[in-house]
């Protein structure tokens, strides 16, 4: 991937036509109430679109014609090879329109093009084509009947889906989700954030190019309370897939209890540590590590190493490495490509973030917001029930711990009612492999930090995560369900009777 110049981003930027319409039954249209909300661009503050705010008549329209194209079969019941021909075909046109995307990504999110061309692109791509291909290789089972039944168990698809997304990935969320459910014969409802609501717009006009047909690929932009919810409460969705807080999570368990008991699955927060043992190598390595899980994506991720949980044997020749590494992250303008922290994704975000620098703790850097922009921030903290210490920031602020043992620090790791990731750091293989299976966590980790990749299940212990999981074959779990057909075989009266 060759970056352009940031001029060149800009003239990208000021040439792109943004969507503002909802995207139902394979068009766009204004909301039925005519109303729009603006999405601006975080860095600048500048307008860049006002856009289709849906409310629950629209909801009903998009269930409806959902519904309309699950059941006659238009999609749902596509030979697996022809919807995977389809799949593979979007994947091509997003990477026909992966600069466009990329920009229009950067200038709704506030997020680094350096990321949006290198990662979010990159990675959207080939979770969609993954999916794709994975369609006509998921074989169904015979059970181990007798010989006088034949017993078959079926994955069907589960129907209308509701596709409630966040604005950290708007793209990939977007990718993690669709992927799984269009592939498995689903219909779609996505809901994007209300902060970033332009890529999954494009995308499902792209979809339409690629050949989804109308109704199965639906998207509404618009707030939780007047989309989400009726999403969540509504009696002719079979099942919700939603990232976002624990909070909003907890609602849909609440709509899905109080209305048609839908299948909810819930990819929530997370205050992950990244323990380091005195005897890890390579500290100049693991320093890197931290800082990328603590700064990528200005730490707006759910799975940030947001508490470093360090022995007390190496912190300092470690402190000493972070700092350095951070020190290499430059801020600002997103749409400059040697920039690695861009702007944080809303006011009301930022002020969230800015709460906790407020806190009081020890600052060994950073510690400023410079208008939409939070300085890489690593505090030292000494109370382990201070705030910064427990709370998900979702912002670039590292909390670092000091323990004296192994125990101490695997027992810190898992104070938490979060369990999303972790890692631990050590040379020693058994202390590693204890670690790993101690830590409470969808994810952990050895000597580096991340959350695998497309191949592997991704999801939370804890209030991080209920239901299925995304990523990997395991995803399609959540969109599809499972029937048994039990076929009598046996061809005289008495055994019919057995
Ligand atoms: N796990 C993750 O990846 C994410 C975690 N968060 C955490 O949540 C905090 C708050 O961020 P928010 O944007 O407010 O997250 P949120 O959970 O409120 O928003 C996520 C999605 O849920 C929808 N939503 C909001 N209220 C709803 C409701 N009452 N009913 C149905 N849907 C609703 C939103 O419109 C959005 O599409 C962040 O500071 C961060 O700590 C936020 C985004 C992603
Ligand atoms: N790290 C990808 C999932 C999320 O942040 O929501």
Redesign the pocket.
Known sequence: MTLLTTEDYKAIAAGLTLPTGAFIDGRFRPAQSGATFETRNPATGQLLAEVAACGPADVDLAVQKARDAFEDGRWSRLPPRARKEVLIRLAKLLKRHARELAVMESLDSGKTIYDCETVDLPETIHCLTWHAELIDKIYDQTAPASDDHLALVLREPVGVVGL??????PLL?LAWKIGPALAAGCSVIV?????TPLTALRVAELATEAGVPPGVFNVLP????E???P??RHMDIDAVS????????R??LR?AAESNLKEVTL????KNPAVVLDDAENLDRVAAHVVTGAFWNMG???SAASRLIVQSGVKEALIARILAHAREWPMGDPLDPANRVGALVSPA?LD?VRSYLAEGPTVLLGGKAHGAFVEPTILEITDREAAPARE???GPVLSVLTVESFDEAIALANDTPYG?AASIFTANVKKALRGARALRAGTVTVNSFGEGDITTPFGGFRQSGFGGRDNGIHAHDQYTQLKTIWIDLADDAAEAVS
């Open positions: 409630v997304l966040p604005w950290n990935f969320m809901k994007p954030a209300e902060e618009g707030h939780g309370p989309v989400g919810e999403i969540g939603f990232t976002g807080s624990t909070e909003t999570g609602r849909f709509y990819e929530m927060g997370g707006e991720n759910c975000h969230k998900e920031i979702f999303l």
